[in-house]
C-alpha cells in the first residue's frame, strides 16, 4: 500500500483466477472440462469508499471492484465482485485483503462444449512428442 497523498490509497492485490468445471456430456460424470477463463492477476487499485463490510476499488482502467464478505451480494451496479474474508481497516492498509473467489465477472458466463474446446488452439505444445504414428 502507498498513500500518495492524504485522500489517495494505492493498493496492490492477487485476483484469483476464474475458472469453471462443464460436464462434456451428460452420460459420464467422470467427462469434465475444467475452463480456466481468466488467470490469477495482480492488480493496482485505488481506494474509492468502504464501509462495514463492503470495499470498492478502482483498478488502472478505471473499472471499479466491489469487494464484500456477503457470499450472496449482487448488483447490476458492478460488473466486478469478489467475495473477501473479514478485514479491518489494517488489512486495508497493508494490501492484506484475503480474496476467497469471484462472485460476479462479465466473462462468468455459460460457455459450450465447443467454445471451451476452440480456446484450447495453439495452446499445446505437441512437437515435444513428434508425430504419433496411427496403428
Not at 449482487?74 to 481497516?89: A, M
Amino acid at each position: 500500500m502507498i498513500w500518495l497523498n492524504k485522500s489517495t490509497l494505492f493498493m496492490n492485490l492477487t485476483l484469483p483466477p476464474l475458472a469453471k468445471q462443464t460436464k462434456f456430456d451428460g452420460l459420464s460424470k467422470k467427462n469434465l472440462i475444467n475452463h480456466l477463463i481468466c488467470e490469477e492477476t495482480i492488480k493496482d487499485f485505488t481506494f474509492v469508499s468502504k464501509n462495514r463490510n463492503q470495499l470498492i476499488l478502482k483498478d488502472e482502467s478505471n473499472l471499479e471492484y466491489f469487494f464484500t464478505t456477503d457470499k450472496k451480494f449482487d448488483s447490476p451496479n458492478y460488473e466486478y465482485i469478489l467475495l473477501v474474508k473479514s478485514f479491518t481497516q489494517g488489512d486495508i492498509d497493508n494490501s492484506l485483503i484475503e480474496i476467497v473467489k469471484w462472485i460476479k465477472h462479465p466473462l462468468d458466463k455459460v460457455y459450450t462444449s465447443n467454445e471451451i474446446i476452440n480456446t484450447w488452439e495453439g495452446k499445446f505444445n505437441v512437437s515435444i512428442w513428434g508425430e504419433i504414428p496411427c496403428l
